[in-house]
């Protein structure tokens, strides 16, 4: 069983739909981040979450709405999203956020908006 | 000036060179560091931490410039499955520990 899970694998929504993305760790984290990334662009940060509480907002469009119900689940809730927000939204977890450490990454959810 | 810069190639080698990616970073209050490797169409894994005096883990040696704020990976006697990006990741100083990613240097290693 791998570390950190994510689904779905590949998404393919239209501007008017709603969506979520789902990441669990079964690494007993405390730690869980959401990363987007596009092409020949850094991963940039969106959320990060320690021990279910949101300590980073990366001034992310209120359309991306996280939801972290417990140390091992992370959503991503998707509405009215725009075709630029196409990529690759990784999900990650780490012991803690002081001092993180290595990251844990999933295998990534790979979001088309048409 | 961006947070964590680095070439993004790709670099271009025959199997069995040494190669060496830079990395450089703006803030001096930077504690961790790391490099990263993410294959194509993978999530990135963590290849080495990078301590202040340099380490070493088999072909890949890591080091540690503090006073030109930049990191460097070395790479010898390269392998085809040595193709990939490497990441370049920065934590800590300013209070804040999330780590920040470059943007990744893409190696290529041909027969």
């Known amino acids: 069983e791998t570390g950190v899970t994510q689904t779905p694998r590949h998404l393919v929504m239209g501007m008017t739909n709603k969506k979520s993305l789902k990441c669990e760790q079964h690494?007993?984290?405390?730690?869980m981040y959401w990363y987007k990334q596009s092409a020949k662009k850094p991963l940039e940060l969106m959320f990060v979450y320690n021990f279910k509480e949101q300590t980073e907002n990366n001034s992310v469009p209120s359309r991306f709405s996280p939801e972290c119900p417990n140390s091992s689940h992370l959503f991503l809730h998707l509405h009215t999203l725009q075709p630029e927000d196409s990529a690759l939204y990784l999900c990650a977890s780490s012991h803690g956020t002081a001092n993180t450490g290595e990251l844990f990454f999933g295998e990534g959810s790979r979001l088309t908006v048409l | 000036r961006k947070e964590v810069e680095q070439d993004p190639g790709p670099f271009n080698v025959p199997e069995g060179a040494t190669v060496a990616f830079n990395c450089t970073y703006s803030?001096?209050?930077?504690?961790?560091f790391f490099w990263y490797r993410q294959d194509c169409r993978k999530e990135p894994k963590l290849l080495m931490s990078v301590y202040s005096s340099g380490n070493e883990d088999g072909r890949f040696t890591a080091q540690l410039n503090r006073a030109s704020q930049y990191i460097s990976l070395l790479i010898r006697d390269s392998k085809l499955s040595d193709s990939a990006t490497y990441l370049c990741v920065v934590q800590g100083g300013g209070g804040s520990y999330i780590p920040t990613f470059g943007r990744g240097t893409s190696l290529i290693v041909h027969p």
């Open positions: 690494l007993g984290h405390n730690a």
């Open positions: 803030n001096s209050a930077s504690q961790s």
